[in-house]
């Protein structure tokens, strides 16, 4: 069983408010992603991290930023959302080792700016 | 990073086996073989992976091809739980990132 916990789970907010993703995850990983996917589209990687203190971009340029400050914590912060912003915002982690082991997801922020 | 071919759709019978395809040429002697399931209106979840030989779990068998350029996800016994989009995803180094593609949407006809 995943031990990886988005919340909110559904976010309505109004163009030019600050919002606050947050992800956490009980399992020691020290791999964290967070990906965008649009209804019926591909997920794209926008941020990572292999540890505490380190953050890079993805494959994907986005305007939100991430922090790692705690190996169990990676939230994403919108500083002034926009409708095209509206997404959903999936949280995954792994181990980070030679074994390639699996990544568990998150069950995902459906955000709606309005 | 090393990448994957799949066919866009599939259709199968509830009941029936499924062999879902990927086509990864390019692939290096180090790179792992992933493969993932998204349900609608859920997060990808593990199917399975292996490196060069069959790999066999409860959920599915990973058919590897020997020159590893292609590999073969096999459900046993498609449910309508089956029904997913399905990923083939190729990691090498321990700092890999996990890229997706486009994936299979599988289709599963009662």
């Known amino acids: 069983e995943a031990d990886i916990y988005q919340t909110p789970r559904y976010l309505v907010i109004g163009t030019g408010k600050k919002i606050t993703l947050e992800c956490s995850q009980t399992m020691g990983h020290d791999k964290m992603y967070w990906y965008q996917q649009d209804p019926g589209m591909e997920l794209h990687l926008i941020h990572y991290?292999?540890?505490?203190?380190?953050?890079e971009k993805g494959d994907l340029s986005s305007e939100s930023t991430v922090s790692r400050i705690r190996t169990e914590h990676f939230p994403l912060t919108l500083e002034s959302a926009r409708p095209s912003h509206t997404s959903q915002y999936l949280c995954?982690?792994?181990?980070?080792?030679?074994?390639?082991?699996?990544?568990?997801f998150g069950q995902g922020t459906r955000l709606t700016v309005v | 990073d090393a990448k994957t071919t799949q066919p866009n759709s599939m259709e199968s019978n509830e009941e029936e086996p499924v062999h879902l395809p990927c086509n990864h040429s390019t692939i290096s002697g180090t790179d792992y073989i992933h493969w993932y399931r998204q349900l609608p209106s859920q997060g990808p979840e593990y199917v399975i992976h292996g490196l060069t030989s069959n790999v066999n779990n409860r959920m599915a068998s990973l058919a590897i091809a020997e020159d590893r350029k292609s590999s073969t996800l096999i459900l046993h016994r498609a449910t309508l739980r089956d029904a997913a989009v399905y990923y083939c995803?190729?990691?090498?180094?321990?700092?890999?990132?996990?890229?997706f593609g486009k994936g299979t949407r599988l289709h599963i006809l009662p």
């Open positions: 995803i190729l990691t090498g180094r321990r700092d890999d990132k996990i890229i």
């Open positions: 995954a982690s792994s181990e980070l080792g030679d074994r390639n082991t699996e990544a568990f």
């Open positions: 991290s292999y540890g505490v203190n380190s953050t």
